[in-house]
């Protein structure tokens, strides 16, 4: 009775050692999180080190778009050199589309506090609140969807307006799920802004999973000048 209480008690460590060695070995659960946790915090710094200048935002979010894609979610290639080479290929594209967006951006403002200013029970306050909500929609479809398609597919920039702005539309409820998404991630870091620290792959990530499919209907029915990005 002795040896089997001894054999039991020494197979149950061996198979406990031997379950632990498998969770923290290199390949295993832990090192696994570890290392995903430590890309996600590279890329939010990435980011928010390349959007330092407002200007480069965009070929900044489509870089960290594009670095989530291929290697926090598909594991391919590495974080830094991933990231560079997006942001040097769509730094153009990127500077222009974020021109475009900043005066959006800025008439949706302005016209939120005419309205207000005016008065909201006035016909003429109604029209620019009114033109201001439909703005700011339009601001934030833009913003969520049109530097992804930058980072995937090679357009000119009326075609990535466009097909965002289609992409917006069609998948309407996706759309509306993501820019929550993207107002509670703006929120958490106003009231917090050390999760600025992984906040923005954590983004990237989740627009990924709604975004893609949209992005996977658009290939398949994409122009050979339009074509999709390795």
Known sequence: NQHHIIYMFFTFFTERRFA????????????????????????????????????????????LYHSVHKV????????????W???????????????????????????WFFSDGVGRTHILGIIYFAVSILCALL?????TTVFPLLSRFYMTIPNLLKAAIALGITRIGFTLMLIVIFLMCA?????????????????????????????????DASQPNDSETV
């Not at 926090?72 to 990231?83: A, I, M, P, R």
């Not at 942001?87 to 900043?102: D, E, H």
């Not at 601001?139 to 913003?143: D, E, K, N, S, Y």
């Open 139 to 143: 601001f934030l479809i833009l913003l």
């Open 85 to 111: 080479n997006s942001f040097r290929t769509n730094l153009k594209q990127g500077v222009l589309l974020t021109l475009i967006l900043i005066p959006l951006a800025i008439f949706v403002v302005i016209s």
């Open 72 to 83: 926090l979610l598909n594991g391919e290639g590495y974080v830094l050199s991933t990231f």
């Open 187 to 219: 929120s958490a870091f106003l009231v917090a802004p050390v999760t600025g620290f992984v906040l923005p792959a954590c983004f990237a990530m989740a627009a990924e999973r709604i975004l893609e499919p949209g992005f996977k209907k658009l290939a």
């Open 20 to 63: 632990m060695n498998s969770i923290f070995k290199l390949d295993g659960p832990v090192f696994t999180i570890l290392n995903k946790f430590c890309d996600i915090l590279i890329l939010s710094i990435l980011w928010m080190f390349f959007s330092l200048p407002a200007v480069t935002l965009g070929a900044s979010s489509a870089a």
